[in-house]
């Protein structure tokens, strides 16, 4: 059981990104998926989160209109797209899933996979 993060990178203030987590050894769309990222010397927190229950798609409000969750259920995968990327941006991004609480929760304990974590950097 394994959730596999990539697509960090270095961009400029106003650019873009897109992150990418696939499953191996379980189905995601079985469990709610979420991507939360963690700044230096910050807590983690959540960025967005697709529900396994009614399919919605919920988002931090400081990443709403720039940032957008996607999944592919063949290629068992999901996606951050992230546009407008802004300096406050930069963490690391973490790809999760949780098998009980449908995004209702953001406590990362309540998050039972983890990827890796991804860089991002915005830096002009």
């Known amino acids: 059981v394994q959730l596999q993060a990539s697509g960090g990178g270095v961009v400029q203030p106003g650019g873009s990104l897109r992150l990418s987590c696939t499953a191996s050894?379980?189905?995601?769309?079985?469990?709610?998926n979420a991507w939360f990222r963690q700044a230096p010397g910050k807590e983690r927190e959540s960025v967005s989160c697709i529900s396994n229950k009614d399919g919605r798609t919920y988002y931090a409000d400081s990443v709403k209109g720039r940032f957008t969750m996607s999944r592919d259920n063949v290629k068992n995968t999901m996606y951050l797209q992230m546009s407008n990327l802004k300096p406050e941006d930069t963490a690391a991004y973490y790809c999760?899933?949780?098998?009980?609480?449908?995004?209702?929760?953001?406590?990362?304990?309540?998050?039972?996979?983890w990827g890796q974590g991804t860089q991002v950097t915005v830096s002009s």
């Open positions: 999760a899933t949780d098998p009980l609480f449908a995004c209702s929760s953001d406590l990362e304990q309540d998050y039972d996979h």
């Open positions: 050894g379980f189905i995601l769309p079985h469990f709610a």
